[in-house]
């Protein structure tokens, strides 16, 4: 097998099966999800290897050449995907890190269904890295990778990112194999987190289970030789590919678009937006309940403002998102019965994914955007709104719970469990004069635009540069 010197390992491959495959023939097509997009000029220009489930449970395919990639497909049963996938990556680890806004499962089945796909996908990295090569990993499904990986090939370099939160240790501690999850952890050279804080908790909590000592970023780890080694462990926050969406902002079909979806609405005066997967840690709820009240009180009226709400389905056979969606759904219906009329809805919901260029001309129809998440790693919507904002006009409110806010202070911010206060913040964002809406959109499209997702995958490469020990060259 061919062996790159640069191999991603994520749950899933940046390609989705196509159910019937077009007239020419290919039966993959790129995926559209965040970390894909983050990570493709990065793989572009690195002509490197990625190692990832395909999506599907039992399709067992050889690895293949896409768009200038290698793709390494780790088959997973429906039994992987019931224990390792929904199981414990999403019904434990998600749940748990997320501030067990749900509460998370813990299972022993689970967790030996974890370790034993960690090990198939660390196998599969171990089998596509030429010697010395840099192998990033991806994210909480694979916690356990670095480690098995640097057992298996002590000479590769190896990162982490982790893109969802690190909760405060008297949660974490809650895990009943937290020592392990850290080992796995700290088998990586450069460990990254969305926040500050994020990597704080991680810290910490290396500090209160394994006993290991801490200073600024570096941590020393105990290596297999009975010596020691550093391990890096700080944020490098991430972003969007800023320019795409300018691009496709400028383009006048996407802003005729844009004027259409408004005329469609009824052209309200104030057309609010809600974009997320369709997820507990969103604030989904928090957003609708401030939003029916709003009406209920006489502060806004259907006649003037709708709220579009886009909520991509997700993780759909676990219990907790199945239960979501029923309370989402009747709390819309709700809404909607009591305040439509013939002519206006209170709330456009769309329990669908859209293609990049919709969304764009979503992201210009909308005055204002709510992101009102309460746990959120980063939350690349919010980025991505400002970054469609080519007029410098539209408002975005913003939860502090959310990565972004680190970033994005030109927000307005929010707590979303202070209803009174959410309330205020959307009102506020309604009558914004444009002069206000003006200055606050420069300032948030100039971080955006300066800190794209070049930026950060160079920030992180850069790092893992000072333990490669290969001739390798790695650069975004
Ligand atoms: C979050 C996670 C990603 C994940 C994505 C979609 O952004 O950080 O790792 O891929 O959600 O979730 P899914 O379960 O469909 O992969």
Partial sequence: MTQADFVVVANRLPVDRVADADASGEPWRRSPGGLVTALEPVMRKASGAWVGWPGQADLDVEPFEFEGTFLVPVALSAEDVENYYEGFSNDTIWPLYHDVIAAPRFKRQWWEAYVSVNQRFADAAAEAAAPNAIVWVQDYQLQLVPKLLR?????VTIGYFHHIPFPAYGLYSQLPWRRQVLEGLLGADVIGFQRVADAGNFARAVRRQLRYETKASGITVPDAAGGTRMALAKAF????DADSYIELAQRPEIQARAAEIRESLGNPKKILLGVDRLDYTKGIRHRLKAFGELLEDGHISVD?????QVASPSRER?????????EIELTVGRING???TM???????LHQAYPREEMVALFLAADVMLVTALRDGMNLVAKEYVASRVDNRGVLVLSEFAGAADELGSAIRIN??????LKDAIMRAIEMPGAEQGRRMRALRRRVREHDVEDWSQDFLDALAAFHNGPTAVSS
């Fill in 343 to 349: 002519d206006h809805t209170a709330i456009r919901y």
């Fill in 416 to 421: 979303p469990h202070d209803i009174d206060g």
């Fill in 151 to 155: 057992e298996a090939r002590p000479d």
């Fill in 318 to 326: 676990v219990e907790a998102y199945v239960q979501l969606r029923d």
């Fill in 304 to 308: 003037d403002v709708t709220l579009v």
């Fill in 338 to 340: 009591d305040y439509d």
């Fill in 237 to 240: 926050p991430i972003s969007i």
